[in-house]
């Protein structure tokens, strides 16, 4: 199993205290994810304020997506290789200069180079802001609450983004959800600097440079398909192009791997049941509870007419539903083992998505958005925590990296995925329509399909996550 910072070369004499590494880890990993959603509420300020087009609006979130996604991998087998504090500075470093640059954008190309650079230096962050933590936290009840934490934080950053946009689009401007980044970023430097422990794979590997092209290259161009759909739809030639190349080349990724000395990606690590269970796990839970966000912000704005603001108001309870379920997982993952947990949040976040499935054009703000939202995340931090502990174990140290770039891979590329398809189902129901009752019946249907997924993701787990090391 992943060992604690003992059994990785550690080049600092001392070691911070514990709680202060969980700390840098976690607010690394909350500007990272905070970043994914927080540029939506101030979409429509950028469009006017720098003329951009339609599509160009949406490569905003597009840009910064497909980097982040594509060179995970890539950034978890880095920190393994050149020391994960070093690429916890690097990455974090990048983001918060890229963010200067979106910041002061004057003009749309501008800002989106800015949020492409902002991607990549968040891909080689959040890979290392889950190997930093569970190599200075030891293997038992106290690795699996700072993973609570690490998880809670995480999903809290998603689920703020629309309050956090909100409050400074209206507040002060657009450039603002951009620029905030920059003195969180400078003050948690300084502390990673100061307080993180340097730690890396003891064996002189170099990296595979032709793995980490290939699977950049198909992480890359899959995420570009699977946003394309949006747009030209399942079918066109530019949605199934760079769907089917992505493919091709994940493929001769794992051919070259399977021959290749020193991989990026060792394939005795899918062998492994807690790291191939967990991710699928993942992809699945999280292509299903990722659009949750999405469609509640639109329900609560498009169809009840709330104001951003308050539309992200909102869905506080539902922000701070996530951070209990997750840090009361590690006090049930002792008594009834993880897998237990992992089955009961996912059967809890079905049951909430059921619930918000019979919404209404005129529903009330306590039954149609924050008792069902509560349940869903209530669920999804219940359930993330053990997915995550069981993930990271059973891999060795020089692997700790890359496990965690897959755990952040898995759930991203799941969550991409399943925004692209709830959206495609969600608009052929509406038709076009805009109505309040038709957009609604096209967001009950997205929630009651994700419902099932979730359903179908509980039996995955139930059958296939190890009994053995479930308590923890």
């Known amino acids: 199993m992943l060992r604690a910072a003992e059994d990785t070369r ?5 070691a911070p205290p514990t709680w202060v590494v969980v700390a840098l880890a976690c607010a690394g990993q909350f500007l990272v994810v905070l970043d994914v959603s927080v540029v939506n509420v101030a979409l429509p300020s950028m469009r006017t304020d720098l003329g951009l087009s339609a599509p160009g609006l949406q490569w905003v979130v597009n840009a910064y997506s497909i980097a982040f996604a594509g060179f995970m991998l890539l950034g978890g087998r880095a920190g393994d290789l050149y020391g994960r504090k070093r690429m916890f500075l690097v990455g974090l470093a990048l983001f918060t200069l890229a963010s200067v640059g979106g910041g002061l954008a004057q003009e ?7 949020r492409a650079v902002q991607g990549l230096g968040a891909a080689v962050l959040a890979p290392s802001t889950l190997t930093i933590l569970t190599s ?3 293997e038992g009840a106290a690795r699996a609450r700072a993973i609570a934490t690490w998880t809670a934080v995480g999903a809290g950053g998603g689920a703020a983004g629309g309050l956090v946009g909100g409050l400074l689009v209206d507040g002060l401007s657009w450039r603002w959800v951009l620029l905030i980044n920059v003195p969180v970023g400078a003050v948690v430097l300084a502390g990673a600097a100061r307080w993180l422990v340097e730690s890396r794979a003891g064996d002189g590997r170099r990296l595979d440079l032709p793995g980490a092209l290939l699977v950049t290259a198909g992480l890359a161009t899959l995420a570009y ?4 759909t949006e747009a030209e739809g399942w079918t066109a030639p530019a949605t199934l192009v760079p769907l089917c190349a992505g493919a091709v080349l994940i493929g001769v990724f794992l051919v070259v791997e399977a021959r290749t000395r020193a991989p990026l990606m060792p394939l005795k690590l899918l062998r492994l049941r807690s790291v191939s ?7 699945v839970s999280g292509s299903a509870m990722f659009c949750m966000w999405f469609f509640m912000t639109l329900y609560a704005q498009n169809v009840l007419g709330y104001s951003p603001l308050d539309a992200g108001l909102a869905l506080v309870p539902s922000s701070l ?6 840090k009361l997982a590690p006090r049930l993952m002792p008594v009834i083992g993880a897998r237990a947990v992992a089955v009961l949040g996912t059967l809890l976040a079905a049951a909430g998505f059921g619930w918000q499935s019979t919404m209404t054009a005129d529903g009330a703000f306590l039954t149609a958005v924050m008792l069902p939202g509560v349940l869903m995340m209530a669920g999804a931090g219940l359930a993330a925590t053990p997915l995550a502990a069981i993930a990271t174990s059973g891999a060795a140290p020089e692997d700790a990296g890359l496990v965690s770039g897959l755990v952040n891979t898995s759930r991203v590329m799941g969550g991409s995925l399943g925004l692209a398809i709830m959206s495609t189902i969600a608009a052929a129901r509406t038709g076009g ?9 096209g967001y009950a249907l997205a929630f009651r399909v994700s419902g099932v997924l979730l359903l179908v993701g509980a039996v995955l787990m139930l059958v296939w996550l190890p009994r053995k090391n479930s308590r923890m």
């Open 10 to 14: 550690v080049t600092a004499s001392g």
């Open 108 to 114: 749309g190309p501008q800002l989106l180079v800015a």
């Open 136 to 138: 200075a936290v030891p």
């Open 225 to 228: 398909g699977i946003v394309q």
């Open 277 to 283: 269970s967990a991710n699928a796990a993942m992809f």
């Open 321 to 326: 539903a996530v951070v209990v379920g997750s």
């Open 433 to 441: 329509s805009v109505s309040g009752e038709a957009l609604t019946a």
